[in-house]
């Protein structure tokens, strides 16, 4: 069965920082590239951030570029976002989602997961 499960959401000032994980089981993780895409309250699901099997080429979007990065630990099955300098627009539902390529075009991704919270607000 495969699982994407993440964690680290909640809510934050802005201006600081949370680290999200997402563990993966029930599928070979180490042939995925992993990503992150995120959905604000009333819009569109949105790219955030990608990372290839061997964990050697970060893609962004501009907004995130300088303040996010993605990592992994392919001995953990684990994808991380490290989000500094949050701000208002960050709020959204983060979601972890694998694919065979490190892709912006979101049905690239086969599984996704269930979404973890985070909230930018004072």
């Known amino acids: 069965q495969v699982q994407l499960v993440e964690s680290g959401g909640g809510l934050v000032q802005p201006g600081g920082s949370l680290r999200l994980s997402c563990a993966a089981s029930?599928?070979?993780?180490?042939?995925?590239?992993m990503a992150w895409v995120r959905q604000a309250q009333g819009k569109g699901l949105e790219w955030v951030s990608s990372i290839t099997s061997n964990g050697e080429t970060p893609s962004y979007i501009d907004s995130a570029k300088g303040r996010f990065t993605i990592s992994r630990d392919n001995y953990k099955n684990t994808v991380y976002l490290h989000m500094n300098s949050l701000n208002s627009e960050d709020t959204a539902v983060y979601y972890c989602?694998?694919?065979?390529?490190?892709?912006?075009?979101?049905?690239?991704?086969?599984?996704w997961g269930q979404g973890t919270q985070v909230t930018v607000s004072s």
């Open positions: 989602a694998a694919g065979f390529q490190s892709s912006r075009y979101l049905g690239d991704y086969r599984y």
């Open positions: 029930g599928f070979a993780f180490t042939d995925y590239s």
